[in-house]
């Protein structure tokens, strides 16, 4: 597939000069060869965001979008997809034949890929199973907390324990579990230990937030870690997890993994080119060594 037609994509956040997602989706146009793509990083804040989107041409094809925009990218956009409205949080708007936005969330699908990946569930979601459900817990009451419930619904999870740092976080987050149809557990921050006996942990906080859980985790080997940080890598509990002998997915792999659905969403390509993607990433996150 190939095509000259000037079409424009670009991550919006704030900051975000340290984005990596445009070397992954630069790599994905060349390699499908897309030559008349282009995919920048702009800074906007979210204040700026409707004046932003309303001045966007028609050769605009989608938007990434990180923090802070996540919620406000919803709440803008034209239509949205059930996993989106759910989590009440996207991170893909799609530019639509009319002009708007359709808003959906790959960081959903993105983690079940990376978490089944790394040996959790056999089965494809709530309604495989004979199965036991799978125990989860998430760190963190953001953006990505939210598609973490999301994600942990889809892959077979009844129930679902938060650990967050502020009790305001907690109960933004049990509306979200209802919707979902998970029953929440809220831990205290200081508690955070205890709740690492799961099959898996997702750690959605920011760098440094978690590093002293490291040593204060009692690590199991069956426990998968997604640690949705990736610089500097590994965390100080990625490294205790891996050392314990547990499964350990980094926010690298996520990057990855919602590029993919956001590349097929924005161009029409029925298969994103992951492999080269995948080695785009590698080279820059090697090159940031």
């Known amino acids: 597939m190939q095509t000259t037609t000037p079409r424009r994509a670009a991550v919006l956040g704030k900051p975000i000069a340290h984005s990596l997602s445009p070397v992954i989706h630069r790599a994905g146009f060349a390699a499908a060869g897309l030559t008349g793509w282009t995919y920048d990083a702009i800074e906007c804040a979210e204040a700026e965001l409707p004046a932003l989107l309303a001045g966007l041409g028609p050769e605009w094809a989608g938007l990434s979008v990180t923090m802070p925009l996540k919620e406000a990218a919803l709440r803008l956009a034209t239509s949205a997809s059930p996993v989106a409205i759910a ?43 004979k199965e036991a459900p799978p125990r989860i817990t998430v760190l ?117 993994a919602q590029a993919l659905s956001q590349f097929e969403q924005f161009t029409g390509v029925t298969e994103a080119p992951e492999e080269a993607m995948r080695a785009a990433l590698g080279e820059a996150v090697r090159d940031r060594a």
């Not at 983690?111 to 569930?121: K, N, Q, W």
């Open 87 to 129: 989590a009440g949080v996207a991170n893909t708007l799609v530019r639509q034949a009319d002009g708007g936005w359709h808003a959906d969330n790959s960081d959903i699908g993105g983690m079940i890929r990376v978490l089944r990946e790394a040996g959790l569930g056999a089965g494809t979601g709530r309604h495989a199973a």
């Open 140 to 256: 963190g009451g953001g953006g990505t907390a939210r598609a973490a419930l999301a994600a942990a619904a889809e892959l077979g999870a009844e129930a679902i324990t938060v650990v967050a740092r502020r009790p305001e976080a907690l109960a933004e987050l049990e509306p979200v579990a209802g919707t979902l149809g998970l029953k929440m557990e809220g831990v205290a921050w200081a508690d955070a230990p205890a709740a690492f006996d799961a099959d898996a942990v997702i750690s959605t906080v920011p760098r440094g937030a978690a590093d002293h859980l490291a040593a204060e985790v009692a690590w199991r080997p069956a426990t998968v870690l997604f640690d949705a940080i990736y610089d500097p890598w590994p965390t100080p509990i990625a490294a205790a997890a891996a050392a314990a002998g547990a499964p350990v997915v980094s926010g690298l792999d996520l990057l990855l």
